[in-house]
């Protein structure tokens, strides 16, 4: 299994950007698939994931309302949706993929993408 994060970058307070991630594997359709993220100087926290068909989809309760995680089956493709973007939110994003459904300790990991939030 191989997980290719892309997207990121930089953009203002208040703007929006996306990140995606490309799975590749034998049944890497059937696990749940989510985005983590490493703010500078803090631990990795869980941010959004999503299952087997783009059931159950969830983000954590601090950016409901302005992170979106949806997932395209066919093309083995997870989006993270960032919206009215805040400096907080500046971190490295890791995509994540395990059959664990709340994806507690996830096994394979993705190799990570910068997001910066300037105020």
């Known amino acids: 299994v191989q997980l290719q994060a892309s997207g990121g970058g930089s953009v203002q307070a208040g703007g929006s950007l996306n990140v995606s991630c490309v799975a590749s594997g034998r049944f890497v359709n059937t696990y749940t698939i989510g985005w983590f993220r490493q703010p500078p100087g803090k631990e990795r926290e869980f941010v959004a994931a999503?299952?087997?068909?783009?059931?159950?989809?969830y983000v954590t309760d601090s950016l409901q309302g302005r992170f979106t995680i949806s997932r395209d089956s066919a093309k083995n493709t997870v989006l993270l949706q960032m919206n009215k973007m805040k400096p907080d939110d500046t971190a490295v994003y890791y995509c994540a993929l395990d059959s664990d459904p709340r994806l507690r300790s996830p096994k394979y990991w993705g190799q990570g993408t910068q997001v910066t939030v300037s105020s």
């Open positions: 999503i299952g087997w068909g783009g059931r159950r989809p």
